[in-house]
């Protein structure tokens, strides 16, 4: 999550006087990285995932289950156990990497090297996570390096949200008051559940003092047969007097028929799912990155891994985390909220740093303006500056609404910088914007022009976590390959991102998705530069060729590779010209279903063109029948026959003898819920609403 630097960090009440200091030589610090790497070609693609979990404490005799506040102990051991493994093997084996998050019960992982293109390494995908969840590991002696570094009743889990977190009483191990959270003043939760590292507890009090109040989440409250009505939420201690902000529940800021959340760590304590992919040069980075935008809601984002519906110990009217975390870190004045005139704030901005993306930025034909239909904030001077040095229209104004944010967390030590060899001002505001999608400019010349995918939800097993990582992955290819068109107004995105957080959102909304997808054909050749040495690498086939062999968005009939291309010439213009006439003729309303599976002959379906891609790589039986697996489990779930874990966490609430139906997520359900969970992970429980009927999970998989 962000800079982990060093250093001394700023009181909002000083940071506030540098922040034009870190936003001028943030951009700075961009223009010379522009004017390295602008043209730099040839990347291969790169691409990993961030896996995030949180650890449990299971107490069976109590039926109760709690977060573990051992984040620092877990490292420490998992440090010293990866450095063993270093030393002990040879270069073939490369231990996971593993990362502090915000919440002291989480922890993120990520591949100890990132895949590259070949077809293999969409089959290592699925047992590094298992690896990472620490289950199983690459040599004996370390197999159950979980069992033997977390106490026997310790358990990871990737669930995206706790379900008790900021109950009243014990709901973390050990127990801490929420009178003392210096940091949020939270009524919920304790200081104690933040990262130590200073640059969380600041960026938390940063956001609160700069607000001036503390963040307020309000979610819909399910309502059951039994939930009182109107739901006046009796945990919240309502006349609590500890800090100023203490009265602002009952002045409002609580929502009746809501959930109300009222600290960061609500949100950025969420776990998920993100990737990142190494481009071939900047223009093939901004063409990936204006294609997912539109996929974000639609296909990762919210409606297919929808799995967070409990929150503080009910039953939300929603299946997702993305307005949790959005209010978690909306950092705006009341005037920048449009709810006081502009007086000391310098413009209104219509969304928390924390949210959907709000310009497509490729400079291709296919991006027509009018696609870019909401009114867009910008720093205008920065935005000059930028257009001055010969940054185009786009580009600039991507990095200047970027740039109307102030850096949240300043190190005191690191106001002063060399702007030729630091990125660090220029991270500073572009980590904290936290977005759909992110544009990733080199940090070094060893790392190219990379695009991050943001926005799902964390699954409850690496099936379908690894399931959802290698379609994403092979939709990039069919993309760029097929020249494919997803462009809807940016509008119409958020309209799908609301929609998205519905409850059952997969099944019973219909999303904005554009009615023709492939480009019209072309006479007109294109240069590109191809991937380099693709026929000497070791996971090609010997009649693989480097010659991309796209021809009018078409595959033109080359041997089968076993590697996927990252380097794609530019889109021809049409035959017919540019096209004309209204936007709002070139989308519709559509299912789900029909989005991923087809809409009879005149779409495929995103899995339509997948598989499509698919037929151009030379792939073996064991692939085919594992990416087979993974096609099928999205294919259910966007057809109805397999729930989302949204779905099935709230039907499993729902169940349980001990319910009421009032909306109340007790001690006993939550504790049953996360051994059902855990359970199912490793194939312990079967859950054939909810997977495959030959899952058989990560204790008796073996991988590919």
Known sequence: MGLLSLGTPLHWDQAKHHADHVRFHGISQFLNTWDRLKDRQGDELLWGDEVEYMVLLLDAGAKDAVLSLCQIDILAKLQALTNDLNAKTDLSVIPPVFHPEYGRYMLESTPGAPYTGCVRDLLLVEPNMRLRRLTRYLTPESRHLARSNLKPNQIPLTLTSFPRLGVPGKFTEPYFDPAGAVSSHSLFLPEQITNPHARFPTLTANIRRRRKSKVAINLPIYIDKHTPRPFVDPTIPWHRNVFPEDAEARNGSALIDHIYMDAMGFGMGCCCLQLTFQCCNIEDSRRMYDALIPIGPIMA???????????????????????????????????????????????????????????????????????????????????????????????????????????????????DQDDSESTDHFENIQSTNWQTLRFKPPPNPSIGWRVEFRSMEVQITDFENAAFAVFIVLLSRAIMSRNINFYIPISKVDENMRRAQQRDAVNQAKFYFRRE?????????????????????????????????????????????????NCFPSPPLPDEGLAGGNVSEEYAEYTMDEIINGRGDSFPGLIGLVEAYLATLDLCDLEQRKIASYLDLIRRRANGSLKTAAAWIRDFVRSHPSYKFDSAVSKEINYDLVVAVDEIERGVRRAPDLLPEDYTGSERDSGP
Not at 326 to 339: F, H, I, K, N, Y
Not at 343 to 364: A, C, F, G, H, W
């Open 301 to 415: 984002c919210l409606a297919l891994t929808a799995a967070s519906p409990l929150w503080r110990g009910y039953i939300a009217d929603v299946d997702c985390r993305w307005n949790v975390i959005a209010g978690s870190v909306d950092d705006r004045t009341e005037e920048e909220r449009g709810l006081k005139p502009l007086k000391e704030n310098r413009m209104q901005i219509p969304k928390s740093r924390y949210d959907s993306v709000d310009l497509y930025i490729s400079q291709t034909w296919m991006n027509r303006p009018e696609y870019n239909d909401n009114p867009l904030v910008i720093d205008e001077a920065l935005y000059d500056r930028m257009r001055q040095h010969g940054i185009d229209d786009l580009l600039s104004k991507h990095i200047a609404h970027l740039f109307i944010r102030d850096p949240i967390v300043i190190f005191s030590e690191l106001l």
């Open 517 to 565: 997808v492939f480009t019209p054909v072309s006479s007109r050749t294109t240069s590109g530069v191809t991937t380099p040495d693709v026929a000497t690498r070791p996971c090609a086939s010997s009649a693989a060729s480097s010659d991309n062999g796209i021809t009018n968005g078409h595959h033109s009939g080359r041997p089968k590779q076993r590697v996927m291309e």
